[in-house]
Structures are given as structure tokens and as C-alpha cells.
């Protein structure tokens, strides 16, 4: 399984599908049983973000038929994934706000011909602007790798400059303001695929600008100061209180 990419063409993608080799991570769908799915996200209100699955094109076309359907015509606003004695519901309240990308595994695959279709919101692919936030997926990535891709995206958002020696004081000092992983949230992870929200707040300049201004970031990287992590959260605390003083309040996960 890997995340999608914007696809350019109508045509199906040749893909191997490695995750489907663990057969032991394949959850079935209860509503399509011949659909199984490796990875799904959902957000705070356990909608939809982030699906990988596969099944035959028959069965595949039946479920995302489903979707798109009014639920007094055999549409579905929700859907099961069970594995075992785990089941997990995942909301699809508006289907409409997906995107979908799909692949083919070569016919000559221990499994037959089968289909691999993505659903995926579209900030997965493309951060919103407007708001400042983004839909970070993760898949067999270090942390390392992970960190500097957040950062990269912290840059691209951000309303002002960011030079690449804050990095380490500023995601420090408001990592947990930045970042919200879903794993800490009522509708968890499920599958292969990790994932995590970052929202750049409203008083993120604000918080960069006193930062500079009271010496915790400097144009140099030699002259930071040793306290510079301790300033910068100062600065946050000072204009962010309630979200950087408090934990994320994370609710129980799925039942199984």
C-alpha cells in the first residue's frame, strides 16, 4: 500500500500491492465481503479520510456505487470493517469531499485479477491554504523522514519566513500545537497507514515574530541561544495558553 499521488490519466496504475502480501492486516468490509481494506483514516468525527482497499472490479463498483447513492435507494452513509472480533465504523457523511485513484494488480499475482482503489480527502495531496493545515499520511517512513517532511509543510504554510536552523527551537517549543496524530483521537488509525493533522494556528506569526524579537530565534544558527526551546514555548504559552498548556484530550478508541 502507498500513499496516492494525483493520477494524470483515466487508465488504471500497474501496482504490486505489497500490503496485500500480509494478508494478516486485511480487514473485510461487512457490507461487500468480497472488498478488503489495508489501511483506513477517519477524522475527529470518525468520517472518512484516507481508504486504501481491494477487491474484483464487480464487487468494487458495487461498493463505491454504494457511496454515492442516496441511503433511501441502497446508498450507504457509513460502512464496517471487520477483522475477527474488531469491528470499526467508518462515517461517510459526505462523499463527495474524496478523491479517488485507482490500480490494477498484474493478473499473474497470487491473487487474481484485482482491483486497488484509494479514497482520500484531498488534503492528503494537497495542503489547504486557506485554513493552514494538511493531512499528513504516513507509511513505512522513519521518524526522521516524517519530521522533515512536517517541517517542510510548516514552511510552506507558514505566513512568514522560516529559516531552516529554527526548526529544531520551533517544533520543539509548538509541535503539539502544530500537530494532532490521529492515533490520539476517538476514531484511530486503522491498518498500515498512520496519519496526523497539522494546522498552523492564527497566532503563528505572531508567535515566530516575538520569538525574533525576543532573541530565541536568530538569523544566525551559531548564535541561538542554549535556551532557545524554553522561549520560544514562552511565546507560545503567552499567545496560545489554553491550546499549549493543555494536553490534547484524546477519547477511547474503537471497541473491539
Not at 485479477?113 to 507509511?139: C, K
Not at 522560516?162 to 520543539?172: A, F, T
Request: aromatic share 6%; charged share 20%.
Amino acid at each position: 500500500m502507498n500513499p496516492p499521488v494525483p493520477a494524470t490519466g483515466a487508465e488504471p496504475l500497474d501496482w504490486a500491492g505489497p500490503a496485500l502480501m500480509g494478508a494478516t492486516t486485511l480487514y473485510a468490509v461487512l457490507e461487500c465481503s468480497d472488498v478488503f481494506v489495508d489501511a483506513a483514516l477517519r477524522d475527529s468525527a470518525g468520517e472518512l479520510m484516507f481508504l486504501s482497499m481491494y477487491g474484483r472490479d464487480t464487487a468494487m463498483l458495487h461498493l463505491l456505487a454504494s457511496f454515492t447513492l442516496p441511503v433511501g435507494n441502497g446508498g450507504r452513509s457509513f460502512f464496517t470493517l471487520v477483522r475477527g472480533a474488531e469491528r470499526h465504523r467508518i462515517g461517510l457523511a459526505d462523499p463527495g469531499r474524496l478523491d479517488k485513484l485507482t490500480g490494477r494488480l498484474p493478473r499473474e499475482n497470487l491473487f487474481g485479477n484485482l482491483t486497488h482503489v484509494w479514497l482520500y480527502h484531498r488534503e492528503g495531496i494537497q495542503p489547504d491554504r486557506s485554513n493552514r493545515s494538511a493531512l499528513l499520511l504516513r507509511f513505512e517512513e522513519s521518524d526522521e523522514a516524517f519530521a522533515m517532511r512536517t517541517w517542510s509543510l510548516v514552511r510552506d504554510l507558514s505566513p512568514v519566513p522560516l529559516l531552516d536552523h529554527w526548526r529544531e527551537p520551533l517544533m520543539e517549543a509548538t509541535g503539539e500545537l502544530l500537530i494532532t496524530p490521529m492515533s490520539a483521537g476517538s476514531a484511530p488509525p486503522i491498518g498500515v497507514v498512520d496519519g496526523a493533522r497539522l494546522t498552523l494556528p492564527d497566532a503563528f506569526e505572531q508567535i515566530v515574530s516575538a520569538a525574533v524579537a525576543e532573541g530565541a530565534l536568530t538569523l544566525e544558527a551559531g548564535d541561538l541561544p542554549t535556551d532557545c526551546v524554553a522561549r520560544v514555548r514562552s511565546a507560545a504559552s503567552r499567545l496560545c495558553p489554553a491550546t499549549v498548556a493543555g494536553d490534547p484530550a484524546g477519547a477511547e478508541a474503537d471497541a473491539p
